[in-house]
T-cell receptor, first 115, second 114 residues
Framework: GAVVSQHPSRVICKSGTSVKIECRSLDFQATTMFWYRQFPKQSLMLMATSNEGSKATYEQGVEKDKFLINHASLTLSTLTVTSAHPEDSSFYIC???????????FGQGTRLTVV | SQKIEQNSEALNIQEGKTATLTCNYT??????LQWYRQDPGRGPVFLLLIRENEKEKRKERLKVTFDTTLKQSLFHITASQPADSATYLC?????????????FGKGTRLSVIA
């Protein structure tokens, strides 16, 4: 199957700093990627849809100025958590779907801890 | 309202038995359903996709069924092993277009006891 690579897998940062998470489609091009957040023992919560070459579409309640998404190429989307606070600590996951096939593939996830 | 539900939050079974997980949906007309496995601290891994015109799909010890009349998909793991312990998620594409994010059930946490 197709491979989506997410980096880093774990990151610890201090309050007030920014953290960038990368999501790459390794063997296919993805015009659309999706970013999710997951709290312990809960299902995935969609944060935003990342569109190559245009602005991301954010779900209701997600602060677009805090969670900056950039999809500059057909294989890379980045999520930057700006001015991170402890309540931003969570598990962040990206996904992408190769054009023309319905299966969706996920990155390995990033565990963010803000101290 | 639209819903996708996995009725069991957790399921414990004995090693060697068949695990059956249920996914029901309401007010959707999916052209296909997908099943994923998620281990703690990891992203979901795609397992199987079944289309509306397929009644059954198999992959090794996994079997998925799709009943559009009942609006239900069943996911079976035969000869279950402790290594099958994980959370299993069903998902559908609400627009069937490939351009909208998947909608997920809350998942069923399967524990296979040796």
């Amino acid at each position: 199957g197709a491979v989506v690579s997410q980096h880093p897998s774990r990151v610890i940062c201090k309050s007030g700093t920014s953290v960038k998470i990368e999501c790459r489609s390794l063997d296919f091009q993805a015009t659309t990627m999706f970013w999710y957040r997951q709290f312990p023992k809960q299902s995935l919560m969609l944060m935003a849809t990342s569109n190559e070459g245009s602005k991301a579409t954010y779900e209701q309640g997600v602060e677009k100025d805090k969670f900056l998404i950039n999809h500059a190429s057909l294989t890379l989307s980045t999520l930057t958590v700006t001015s991170a606070h402890p309540e931003d600590s969570s598990f962040y996951i990206c996904s992408a779907r190769p054009n023309g096939i319905p299966e969706t593939f996920f990155g390995q996830g990033t565990r963010l801890t803000v101290v | 309202s639209q819903k996708i539900e996995q009725n069991s939050e957790a399921l414990n079974i004995q090693e060697g038995k068949t695990a059956t997980l249920t996914c029901n949906y309401t007010n959707y007309s999916p052209a296909y359903l997908q099943w994923y496995r998620q281990d703690p601290g990891r992203g979901p891994v795609f397992l199987l996709l079944i289309r509306e015109n397929e009644k059954e799909k198999r992959k090794e010890r996994l079997k998925v069924t799709f009943d559009t009349t009942l609006k239900q998909s069943l996911f079976h793991i035969t000869a279950s092993q402790p290594a099958d312990s994980a959370t299993y998620l069903c998902a559908l594409d609400p627009s069937n277009s490939g351009n909208t994010p998947l909608v997920f059930g809350k998942g069923t946490r399967l524990s296979v006891i040796a």
